[in-house]
Nanobody, 115 residues
Framework: QVKMVESGGGLVQAGESLALSCAGS????????MAWYRHQAPGHQRTLVA???????MYSDSVKGRFYMSRDNDKNSVDLQMNSLKPEDTAIYYC?????????WGQGTQVTVAS
């Protein structure tokens, strides 16, 4: 099955860090722009957290200065280093192409930040 496979989530205390990783299963990221998204609550849409393009990396205002995105083309993976986590960062985190490839959503990885 062709999809993204996210990992690295968990339960942490506010102020702690987590490192997420995403690999393509049956998908080559190639030179495509990639992004991390999150789904914070049922009934709400996924929101963009970070996007890496040929022009650089952009972050949402809510995570700027705390989250850092990177990619490893040899490993066909993208990572998201999350520092100084806050309870409002609690969400399911997904990676995907940018713009989104709707057929490639994976299961995501749950991040829960306790206050």
């Amino acid at each position: 099955q062709v999809k993204m496979v996210e990992s690295g989530g968990g339960l942490v205390q506010a102020g702690e860090s987590l490192a997420l990783s995403c690999a393509g299963s049956g998908i080559s990221f190639g030179n495509n722009d990639m992004a991390w998204y999150r789904h914070q609550a049922p009934g709400h849409q996924r929101t963009l957290v970070a996007v890496m393009t040929t022009e650089g990396i952009m972050y949402s205002d809510s995570v700027k200065g705390r989250f850092y995105m990177s990619r490893d083309n040899d490993k066909n993976s993208v990572d998201l280093q999350m520092n100084s986590l806050k309870p409002e960062d609690t969400a399911i985190y997904y990676c995907n192409f940018y713009p989104v490839g709707p057929d490639y959503w994976g299961q995501g990885t749950q991040v829960t930040v306790a206050s």
